[in-house]
């Protein structure tokens, strides 16, 4: 795919052509490449299209790329949803509150600086809870037996050793349920096959259609 480069962000782009005989569209597709649609039959000068559009399209294309990461200014991902996040200086007691109707999550501290910190006790305590739960469910439908699991601070997002131990990553529940599931589908299905080869893959197919799907829109996140 063609690149653009505005300033420090090189953004993916596709040209087709549109049913408009006027207008050019610009649009971002989830996957945070641009589709530059042109009016049909007419000739027209994409650079100068793109310059003219460039504000829209920094201003769209850090949109996407920040709804991607788990914690930013403002805002923390949780169970898929961008929640909320408020900061109360308080000297008193330091806690996390979080309210899933209106999807906000306060927290109050003494310094800014604990919120990554209190962040991190809650999806720790959350993603325990989801993990110990969802591997029993999981291995039984799979017929496999680890022979313990944990939950951490890691680069990947699940780890399985040759002796069936598994480790997640802390931040799992902030990911979408269907993306969580997909991360312990895929290390349960190592517990029989471990290895990425066809079999691997057969397997985790075989109570995973759509992994691909699920690792690319995994590969857009991005952890803390
Ligand atoms: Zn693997």
Known sequence: ??????????????????????????????????????????????????????????????????????????????????????????????????????????????????????VRRWFLKETSRYVVAKLEGLSGMLDVKYSRADVRQMKNWGYCTRDGRLSFNWQLIALPERLREYIILHELAHLSEFNHSSAFKGRLAAFCPDYRQREKELDKITSL
């Not at 953004?11 to 610009?26: A, L, N, P, Q």
């Open 1 to 118: 795919m063609p690149v653009i480069q505005i300033g420090r962000h090189r953004i993916e782009y596709s040209v087709t052509t549109g049913t408009s005989r006027r207008y050019t569209y610009f649009r971002f597709r989830t996957d945070k490449t641009l589709e530059i649609v042109l009016p049909r039959g007419r000739r027209v000068d994409l650079d100068s299209a793109i310059r003219n559009r460039q504000a829209w399209i920094v201003k769209h294309y850090e949109r996407l790329s920040q709804n991607r990461r788990i914690l930013d200014e403002g805002q923390v991902m949780f169970d898929g949803e961008h929640l909320k996040l408020i900061f109360e200086e308080s000297q008193e007691k330091e806690e996390l509150l979080h309210d899933p109707i209106r999807k906000v999550v306060t927290v109050r501290s003494s310094e800014r600086s604990r919120i990554r910190e209190l």
